[in-house]
């Protein structure tokens, strides 16, 4: 799964609550950084997402939700489950007319389908909220598991580019997908997200 989250703010966006069939995508706040930091202090999360440092400490889930509310508007989303979070998804929008999708759970939650089902949420808040026609991602080579919720979410393969990944310390090869708003409209049976005040 690739992370790909900076400070910079989805325009003037103030994302609510999302809600999916079994998922509740909020705003990160103080509260839940032993459980950011749990989560993402894993060699196998880290290296597939392109910014996740590795040891990832407390201080580190600290700094990164300081940076993205000091801006007062928010791109990323922390993914409950049943309460309890199980990782991060949020879209980074600090390339004009390159928004990308980004996404990473806890190893613990690999397997259960909620990477496609929270990556369908911010999709649609997305498309919902702003006037952009294309939406990125990438997945590393190595990463089948991520194409594939990409490709559940009607991503089309764009072909592949090399990304530097902080927890590998190197590049690596990315392939990389476009959603456009007419695919997405054309998948508007998924289960939709709903927001909640």
Known sequence: MLQDFSSVTLQEARPSVVATERLTLRRPTLADVRTIARLANDRRVAENTRRLPHPYSQEDAVAFIRATAALGS?????????????????????????????????????GRGFATEAARGAIDFFFEEFEDEHLHAGARVTNPASRKVLEKCGFQWS???LHRFLALGSSTPVDCFRLSRGVWASLKSWSSARRMK
């Not at 309890?84 to 980074?92: A, K, T």
């Open 74 to 110: 928010e791109t990323v989303f922390l993914i409950e489950h049943d309460t309890g979070p199980v990782g991060m998804v949020g879209i980074d929008c600090s390339t004009p007319g390159n928004a990308e999708l980004g996404y990473w759970l806890g190893v613990e939650h690999w």
């Open 159 to 161: 072909g592949v580019q």
